[in-house]
Every structure is written in structure tokens, then in C-alpha cells.
Nanobody, 125 residues
Framework: QDQLVESGGGLVQAGASLRLSCAAS????????MAWFRRAPGKDRTFVAN????????HYADSVKGRFTISRDNAENTMYLQMNSLKPEDTAVYYC??????????????????WGQGTQVTVSS
């Protein structure tokens, strides 16, 4: 059974760091683009960052550029999101997702094929 499981969320103060992980099982996603999305309270799911299969290309939302870093370890079938200088507006449920192709230009959630259950990140001011 194909499964994505996020971990690493929590409650932190503004300015702190967190590292999210997304572990994939049941299917090898190493040939596909992987991404992070988030859903803030009362808002739609929005793109955060993605990374191509070989980790040579990444793409970030303007709101997180320079603060967040996406990476992946294909040998471990795991993706990460290092989040630094967190702000209260980063508060959201964070989801990992897999696109069944390799194209970081695709940033719309409805195009992604596999999803995790989400992990809550709360940043207090």
C-alpha cells in the first residue's frame, strides 16, 4: 500500500526552526517530483516547495524563500523540509505530496497524486 507519512511538526516560538520529514512506503517515488503544501486555518491548501527526482532543481513559494529548504534522500525514500526563522503566518498543517512525473513547474495541489495525512506546525508570537 502506497503511503506517505509526515512527522516533525510541533509548537514553537517565532524565530525557531523545525525539520519536517516525509517517509514513503509501499512505492518507490525516487523518479517523481515531491512537494510540500500547507493549509492554514480557514484557507486553501497552498504550495510551499518542491524538488525534482535527482535533487538538482527546487522551487519555493515566495513566502518561504530563503527560510525553508527542501531536500530528499532517495535511498531512504524520504523527503525533508528544514524550516528556519519561523513566523506565526507559517502556522498550518503541512502535507507532503508526490507528482507522478518529474516537473517542478507543477505547483497546483490537484495535480499531485499521492498525499500524506499532514503534520501540524504552530508558531506562536
Amino acid at each position: 500500500q502506497d503511503q506517505l507519512v509526515e512527522s516533525g511538526g510541533g509548537l514553537v516560538q517565532a524565530g525557531a526552526s523545525l525539520r519536517l520529514s516525509c517517509a514513503a512506503s509501499g512505492h518507490t517515488f525516487r523518479s517523481y517530483t515531491m512537494a510540500w503544501f500547507r493549509r492554514a486555518p480557514g484557507k486553501d491548501r497552498t504550495f510551499v516547495a518542491n524538488i525534482n527526482s535527482g535533487s538538482s532543481n527546487t522551487h519555493y513559494a515566495d513566502s518561504v524563500k530563503g527560510r525553508f529548504t527542501i531536500s530528499r534522500d532517495n535511498a531512504e525514500n524520504t523527503m525533508y523540509l528544514q524550516m528556519n526563522s519561523l513566523k506565526p503566518e507559517d502556522t498550518a498543517v503541512y502535507y507532503c505530496a508526490v507528482l507522478k512525473s518529474d516537473n517542478i513547474a507543477i505547483v497546483t495541489p490537484w495535480n499531485y497524486d499521492y498525499w500524506g495525512q499532514g503534520t501540524q506546525v504552530t508558531v506562536s508570537s
